[in-house]
């Protein structure tokens, strides 16, 4: 911070700030921001509108992906000089498939001070409202752009039994959202959480090959950011533990008694299993 006493270096503060609404950016990231002597930033344009809007004027410096181990030096260079620094991303928490892991590496590496500002982040956000599983889940990032390489990337994911987060852009998501039923299965659990503490904000849900449809035919479907959300994979041996349901037995006795969609349905009831998987077990069986 300003007014750091000679000799002494300034702190780097990792500061959070709104995915979407305003209001979310807390007293305290406000005041750091205040306080500092420079702002790194993704985009200084994008952030000055920011500072701008809370009153503030700092000195900018770009902070992105491309110029990030050549531009990390000169800002720890500014922080050994006592000056405070606050990292800030277009949205949401810093280094969460955003810049800064290269410059907080180095500014630990070195023995300066590294404090977050915690806050908004669209993933933990997404993960809250989404009614899936959140005791165990894996964080992926973004998926490649590609379709070969993004089934590349979901083929070691199919037997994951934490629930799956991703980031995905509105030009791709019906791509990817394709790519995850062939890949993970249509019967597969899926939350999409768009335009997240916006105006437009929408919550998808269902099975893929209910939520694929449903998107396609939203006029606004393929607008704003996306976080993706999928449901783990059962564990492996789910129904092999003693004294387990045989669920597939369950199903056979069913089928004969009622629809496919209500044998699902007190399948799951009785089993404790997604409603989905069993659905799309129901209709193997069905077959078979």
Known sequence: ??????????????????????????????????????????????????????????????LHDHNERDRAGSILDELERGHS????????????????????????????????????????????????????????????????????????????????????????????????AAVLGDSREIVLGRELTKTFETFYSGAVAEVLPALEADPHGTKGEFVVMIRGAEPAGHDDEEGALDVDHLIRLLLPEMPVKKVAKLAAELSGRSKNDLYQRALELKQD
């Open 1 to 62: 911070m300003t007014g750091n006493k000679e000799g002494a270096s300034g702190v780097l503060y990792i500061v959070a700030t709104p995915i979407g609404n305003l209001d979310d950016l807390s007293p305290r990231a406000v005041a750091t921001l205040s306080r500092v002597d420079v702002v790194a930033a993704e985009d200084t344009r994008h952030s000055g509108r920011l500072l701008q809007h809370l009153g503030l004027q700092k000195r900018l410096i770009a």
């Open 85 to 180: 620094v606050a990292l800030i991303s277009d949205a949401g928490t810093p280094l969460i498939s955003d810049p800064g892991y290269v410059l907080v590496r180095e500014a630990r590496r070195r023995g300066l001070t590294v404090t977050p500002i915690p806050g908004p982040c669209a993933l933990v956000a997404a993960l809250s409202a989404a009614g899936l599983p959140t005791d165990r889940f894996l964080f992926v990032g973004f998926l490649p752009a590609k379709r070969t390489g993004r089934r590349a990337a979901l083929e070691p994911l199919r037997q994951e039994s934490a629930t799956l987060v991703f980031y995905e852009s509105p030009h791709r998501i019906l791509d990817a959202v394709s790519d995850i």
